[in-house]
């Protein structure tokens, strides 16, 4: 290698002083579309693949079907605002209602529909204890314990848990009408399982009443059992007190009135008839205090005054009500065959509430008269105990025990009416519990669906169609975001900081083809970089130039072949030397043969050939006779160029770079990575080489983007070229 450099030694130009030109992003859609037209392949193979793994997965969708029933609420105990109410909250009809769909989605319901339809027992519901593959590997290979057999009450539970989760129920917030939707498998079973639903809630909801109206009766039975004892205790200290005073009986007081037979007899006196007749009218109005006092406390207490005996059994109210209900017929009526603005349906109803507030304003008067006859009541019971008391104080010690045995006569007579009232109260309870319904009417049964409502096939192909090519595009994107080969002379500079001499595009044919041809776009390029090395910066007009790649496939034979041809067509004398020892390739590319020396004259116009000797050993240069070669041909040629090796494939060519005076690095246009470039530059460093610059191969003019052709000029005429070629 001393030889070497003494017979020729290097030559070192200064740097030049090249300005880089900043890459210019463009974002819109004619970026997007050069994007996508270069990854058009990947683009296809991830939408269409998408696409076909989707469409596999909705063909294996299994058809469902889906029924509905609609019931309505009842409105009682629902509040709203009425002209007699105009305040009243309508959150507490919200309340009541989303009560009854609590109801209704809760999992009683749905155990009393899975155990009246035995859902556990069809196919649909049973597979859910089927035991999973999984599962039964595990058992199979003892990993895992046999589990007990589940119960009925269990498989129940679990299907009532499943179900739940297949029946929508729902209200639009607008109306009283609940509408239950469930979905199954087969045709038959969702009709099945809606019904169901429906009279598992009527039932319930009947149950919940009578058991409601029952304990309403055990109360009333406990309130009855003191009444009752306290009865017979007064009883019994009259009869008790008339013995100890020898009071005789004057007979049966009833006067032949029915509801006073059986009271308890009055005694008689020898002092004062006229006392014990007050006695009997003070008996009688306690009595009838007391009735008055119970109806009118029950009115007050309650707050519902069309409950009141009393109330309803006036002629008026039952005359009102007779007309509510022609009222109310004749609105229904209308309501299912005319409009909401119906000048009928609209008088109906103003005089259903003109009705209405007719029969609340006679009730009020009715509950004041109750009251008002109460406190008669009181007034003349304590008219007759002052009066009484008056003539107690003129009368004997026997009068005094007459006066206290009218007293517990009139104790014994409240007591017996307080006590038929209560019986009287228990006993319509009783027949009550026996007519009870619950609050709520079926609507709309549900049918048998005449087709599957599902699954929505068509909708799922079109949004999986959107997504397979959204994924497609994104897939395109992606890749061109993140690759990291170079496409433009700007990112050449930029990354590598070697000058970008020229771009190459990758074209048809042979290349003899391309260099002969006068009007080939390859040749307007070749020979706009060619200008750039020949009348350029002087750093970089060389006599003796290497060109090599990072890697191979790279076209670094083609660029030496075409630049050697290119200065031959100018009328001057060009040798390209074949350095590539392990793959020489200039003479196949141009379809030649060497001769014994290695020497081709003229294999195109002002073109030599010479294929470099190899030593002993195959794939080994001789770099002595190379030198010697150089020194003695330098003088006869204008221009020399070197093919060699790829240089991180074979670093040893590195050594070649010494025999010239500077270095052209062939990269390929969107392959080769600024990474690789850089480490071939490091290389020829280590050998003082001097870097010309690069130039890109290969280029897609096709799919150049508008910020890649900066600097590589205007190609629209060039296309035209390409695609007539």
């Known amino acids: 290698m001393s030889q070497i450099s003494g017979a020729m030694p290097p030559q070192h130009y200064p740097p030049m002083d090249i300005g880089f030109a900043p890459e210019q992003e463009f974002a ?81 319901i749905a155990l009393m529909v899975t155990q009246r339809l035995h859902l556990a027992d069809t196919p649909e519901y049973a597979k859910a204890f089927k035991p999973s593959l999984l599962s039964q590997l595990k058992k199979r290979f003892g990993l895992e314990k046999p589990s007990a057999p589940l119960t009925q009450k269990q498989r129940d539970e679990i299907v009532s848990s499943m179900l739940m989760g297949k029946v929508h129920i729902s209200n639009d917030g607008r109306s009283a009408i609940i509408g239950i939707t469930t979905r199954s498998a087969g045709p038959e079973l969702a009709p099945a399982i809606a019904n169901g639903y429906v009279k598992a809630y009527l039932d319930f909801e009947q149950q919940a009443k009578i058991q409601a109206a029952r304990n309403a009766s055990v109360l009333l039975e406990e309130q009855i059992a003191p009444l009752r004892e306290r009865s017979i205790q007064a009883e019994q200290e009259v009869s008790r007190y008339r013995q100890e005073h020898n009071l005789h009986l004057l007979g049966d007081d009833s006067g032949g009135d029915s509801a006073r037979a059986g009271r308890i007899a009055l005694p008689s006196t020898p002092n004062d008839l006229h006392l014990t007749q007050m006695n009997h009218e003070l008996g009688d109005a306690e009595a ?39 009222v109310n017929a004749r609105i229904s009526t209308l309501a299912a065959t005319a409009l909401e603005q119906n000048p009928e349906l609209i008088a109906a109803r103003a005089q259903a509430a003109r009705i209405d507030a007719q029969i609340s304003i006679e009730s009020q008067k009715l509950l004041q008269n109750l009251r008002y006859e109460a406190e008669t009541a009181q007034q003349r019971v304590n008219a007759l105990k002052e009066r009484t008391n008056a003539l107690q104080l003129n009368v004997t010690e026997e009068e005094h025990a007459d006066i206290r045995l009218r007293q517990l006569v009139g104790e014994a007579t409240a007591a017996q009416s307080l006590y038929r009232d209560y019986l009287s109260r228990l006993g319509q309870i009783s027949a009550e519990t026996t007519i009870q319904q619950a609050e709520a009417r079926l609507i709309t049964p549900a049918s048998q669906p005449l087709g599957p409502a599902g699954p929505p096939k068509k909708q799922y192909g079109i949004l999986l169609l959107l997504i397979s090519v959204g994924l497609g595009v994104g897939a395109a994107l992606l890749r061109d975001r993140s690759r990291s080969s170079l496409r433009t002379l700007a990112e050449l500079e930029q990354q590598t900081r070697l000058f970008g001499l020229g771009a190459l595009p990758r074209f048809r044919g042979s290349l003899r083809e391309q260099l002969t041809s006068g009007d080939s776009l390859y040749g307007r390029m070749l020979n706009s970089m060619r200008a750039i090395l020949t009348f350029g910066n002087p750093s970089i007009r060389t006599k003796i130039t290497v060109i090599t790649s990072a890697e191979s496939g790279e076209g670094k ?22 350095c590539d020892a392990h793959r020489p390739s200039i003479l196949l590319a141009l379809g030649l043969r060497a001769h014994e020396d290695g020497f081709v004259h003229d294999a195109l116009p002002g073109l030599d050939i010479f294929v470099a000797s190899q030593t002993g050993e195959p794939g080994v240069l001789n770099f002595g006779a190379l030198g010697e070669f150089l020194e003695k041909h330098r003088g006869e040629y204008d221009q020399i160029i070197i093919d060699t090796p790829p240089i991180l494939s074979f670093p040893e060519a590195g050594v070649l770079a010494s025999f010239a005076e500077g270095v052209i690095i062939a990269v390929k246009w969107h392959q080769t990575s600024a990474s690789a470039v850089i480490e071939t530059q490091r290389i020829l460093r280590t050998h003082h080489a001097n870097c010309l610059g690069a130039v890109l191969t290969f280029v897609d003019i096709e799919n150049l983007r508008p910020e890649e052709s900066l600097r590589m000029g205007d190609y629209s005429h060039y296309r035209k070229l390409v695609s007539s070629s």
């Not at 970026?31 to 997965?57: D, N």
């Not at 409105?75 to 309340?95: F, K, N, Q």
């Open 28 to 108: 819109g859609l004619g970026r997007i579309s050069s994007i996508l037209r270069q990854h058009r392949l990947l683009m296809c193979c991830v939408a269409g693949g998408t696409f076909l793994a989707g469409a596999a997965a909705i063909a294996t969708l299994k058809p469902y079907y889906e029924s509905v029933a609609e019931i309505a609420i009842g409105a009682r105990g629902m509040i709203s605002p009425s002209e007699l109410s105009p305040y009243a909250d309508r959150a507490l009809d919200l309340v009541a209602l989303n009560t009854q769909l609590g109801i209704l989605k809760s999992p009683t």
């Open 288 to 326: 009838d205090l007391a009735s008055k006092q119970a109806i009118y406390n029950e009115a007050t207490s309650s707050g519902s005054i069309g409950a009141i005996t009393a109330i309803t059994a006036s002629p008026l109210i039952q005359n009102l009500r007779l007309q509510q209900a022609q």
């Open 557 to 578: 034979t083609t660029l030496a072949i075409s630049l050697a041809a290119s200065i031959g067509a100018l009328g001057k004398r060009a040798l390209l030397i074949d």
